[in-house]
């Protein structure tokens, strides 16, 4: 019962979250309309959009919203590219992202994901050790038996991301989570991660993202 009640309350505030958000976005200036935002304006146009999910310093406290801080600046501009062009196809990226992407300029997206990636991320979520032991062999061996490989060799040992893959530590392991099973289902379609994750059980899964979110 308290879990139900707990996950209607995330959405019913990332819902008014986003309301509020696309009435503060169709009023702002220069970036929010399509023009390109000079670098000094994007933490302005984060701070004042991006940051009522994500947190004015990307460190979302909503887990409906991944954490944006440190996370690397291409993979940013690419994930905005998709939602603008409304190619990313998960259930949060049509709901938020694609209106909130529509107008922004090749400028702007490059603005708002320098300064989201110059942000320092925020501390792990503590799990039981019994969970993160389990998730961390998954992530750094991956599953054999099931043809799964180890996340670690594309996502960095510690999980910080390379100039190809992007950051996971920190991230909210609810967020992981969806994005895993969006993975299997190819709702979210990334032929490399669907073939990660189709074998997955929902419980590895979830061992991974709790491992994930731990980290620093």
């Given at each position: 019962m308290c879990i139900h009640h707990t996950v209607r309350t995330w959405f019913r505030r990332g819902l008014l979250a986003a309301v509020a958000a696309v009435f503060s976005f169709g009023s702002l200036p220069s970036g929010a309309q399509g023009a390109p935002t000079p670098p000094q304006q994007a933490p302005e146009l984060a701070i004042a959009v991006c940051g009522t999910c994500h947190g004015v310093d990307g460190n979302s406290i909503n887990p409906m919203f991944p954490r944006l801080a440190g996370q690397k600046a291409w993979y940013i501009k690419q994930q905005l590219k998709e939602f603008r062009a409304q190619?990313?196809?998960?259930?949060?990226?049509?709901?938020?992202?694609?209106?909130?992407?529509?107008?922004?300029?090749?400028?702007?997206?490059?603005?708002?994901?320098?300064?989201?990636?110059?942000?320092?991320?925020?501390?792990?979520?503590?799990?039981?050790?019994?969970?993160?032991?389990?998730?961390?062999?998954?992530?750094?061996?991956?599953?054999?038996?099931?043809?799964?490989?180890?996340?670690?060799?594309?996502?960095?040992?510690?999980?910080?991301?390379?100039?190809?893959?992007?950051?996971?530590?920190?991230?909210?392991?609810?967020?992981?989570?969806k994005q895993l099973q969006s993975f299997q289902s190819n709702m979210r379609k990334v032929a490399i991660m669907h073939g990660v994750a189709q074998t997955l059980h929902k419980s590895q899964m979830k061992q991974v993202a709790d491992y994930l979110e731990s980290l620093p």
């Open positions: 190619t990313r196809g998960d259930p949060y990226a049509v709901a938020y992202m694609w209106g909130m992407a529509n107008q922004l300029s090749n400028a702007t997206i490059d603005a708002l994901a320098n300064y989201f990636s110059r942000q320092t991320p925020g501390p792990g979520t503590p799990h039981s050790p019994a969970v993160i032991a389990q998730g961390r062999a998954i992530f750094e061996h991956g599953i054999p038996s099931q043809g799964v490989p180890a996340c670690a060799a594309c996502h960095g040992p510690q999980g910080l991301g390379t100039s190809q893959f992007p950051r996971l530590a920190g991230q909210h392991a609810e967020y992981i989570l």
